[in-house]
């Protein structure tokens, strides 16, 4: 059974930095999709960062240059690192996980995922 876990959420003033971990459980590394979704109310669910298997990554125009997502295959782990951080960050993190398909490994299109971990609330204040 596929199963996602987020962890390493919390409260923090604006500017200040955090790693998101998402622990991955049956995922095969050149079978699997994988990225990070945030969902904040009125806003909806919209993709923040996303990697291929070949290590290909893709970033929401909003934290490109602020957070970077990388996986640990040591560890089995997707990690998504964050500086810099707004308000307009909170929001609910989730990860999700898709069967290896070349054509929508990156898709920031939360229909394309098959898989989510029950999400990590992340509060930034000002």
């Known amino acids: 059974q596929v199963r996602l876990v987020e962890s390493g959420g919390g409260s923090l003033q604006s500017g200040g930095s955090l790693r998101l971990s998402c622990a991955a459980s049956v995922v095969t590394v050149g079978r699997t999709c994988l990225g990070w979704f945030r969902q904040a109310p009125g806003i909806g669910c919209e993709g923040v960062a996303t990697?291929?298997?070949?290590?290909?990554?893709k970033y929401a125009d909003s934290v490109k240059d602020r957070f970077s997502v990388a996986q640990d295959n040591a560890t089995n782990t997707l990690l998504l690192e964050m500086n810099s951080l707004k308000p307009e960050d909170t929001a609910k993190y989730f990860c999700a996980a898709r069967v290896y398909w070349a054509p929508a490994c990156l898709s920031m299109i939360p229909a394309n995922y098959e898989h989510w971990g029950q999400g990590t609330q992340v509060t930034v204040s000002s």
């Open positions: 990697i291929a298997n070949d290590g290909r990554t």
